[in-house]
């Protein structure tokens, strides 16, 4: 079974541009969260979809947008992009919404620098 | 925002050595789950943990979820460069459904 894939993996933007990042989840998996991770800041939350719902949202400014597809595959945009956004974002699904009990499965993650 | 605390931040051993990671918070957590994460890949789930004072094996790493679901700890017996990797521990929520909150993160090196 295929695991987590993201487009692309490595992107470079100027600050005030936007970025959409593409993630699609294991085969039969419908729960799909994004995380954000940086040196100083570590693996942080922003948000998780489920069913094309968006069930969790992180303390990330309204900058960070998501959306499910129908197909469980997830993107997440990010507009006028800030030095400061320059990370790895990664993409984790899981088979269902249990709750804190659920297996993710994380991909390789989307190297994002600005510039 | 509920924090997860590492410690140490970085570890080198010898290869054969033991080691033991922690993770503390002040917040109560209905689950807790450990991560390696390899430079270039995404993190990959180890073990969940979900009483209190829960003690879980996997091979040579031995996990413990703290009696009163604060803390928990990840000890590896005779390290070898395989266990090389950053640790991290992440806390569930029963009342935020999948959003957990990662600690800070431990870089392990296990020198042959």
């Known amino acids: 079974k295929a695991g987590v894939t993201q487009t692309p993996r490595y992107l470079i933007k100027t600050r005030g541009q936007q970025v959409t990042l593409s993630c699609s989840p294991i085969?039969?998996?419908?729960?799909v969260s994004w995380y954000q991770q940086t040196p100083g800041q570590g693996l942080q939350f922003l948000f998780e979809?489920?069913?094309?719902?968006?069930?969790n949202k992180g303390n990330f400014p309204g900058r960070f947008s998501g959306r499910q597809f129908s197909n469980s595959r997830s993107e997440m945009n990010v507009s006028t992009l800030e030095l400061g956004d320059s990370a790895l974002y990664l993409c984790?699904?899981?088979?269902?919404?249990?709750?804190?009990?659920?297996?993710?499965?994380f991909g390789p993650g989307t190297r994002l620098t600005v510039t | 925002t509920q924090l997860l605390e590492q410690s140490p931040q970085f570890l080198s051993i010898q290869e054969g050595e033991n080691l033991t990671v922690y993770c503390n918070s002040s917040?109560?957590?209905?689950?807790l789950q450990w991560y390696r994460q390899e430079p270039g890949e995404g993190p990959v789930l180890l073990v969940t943990v979900v009483t209190g004072g829960e003690v879980k094996k996997l091979k040579r790493l031995t996990f413990q979820f703290g009696d009163a679901r604060k803390d928990s700890s990840l000890h590896i017996t005779a390290a070898q460069p395989g266990d090389t990797g950053l640790y991290l521990c992440a806390g569930g929520n029963g009342n935020t459904g999948n959003q957990f909150y990662f600690g800070t993160g431990t870089s392990l090196t296990v020198i042959p």
């Open positions: 984790a699904s899981s088979l269902e919404y249990r709750g804190f009990t659920d297996e993710q499965y």
């Open positions: 085969s039969g998996h419908r729960s």
């Open positions: 979809y489920f069913s094309e719902t968006q069930r």
């Open positions: 917040s109560v957590f209905s689950s």
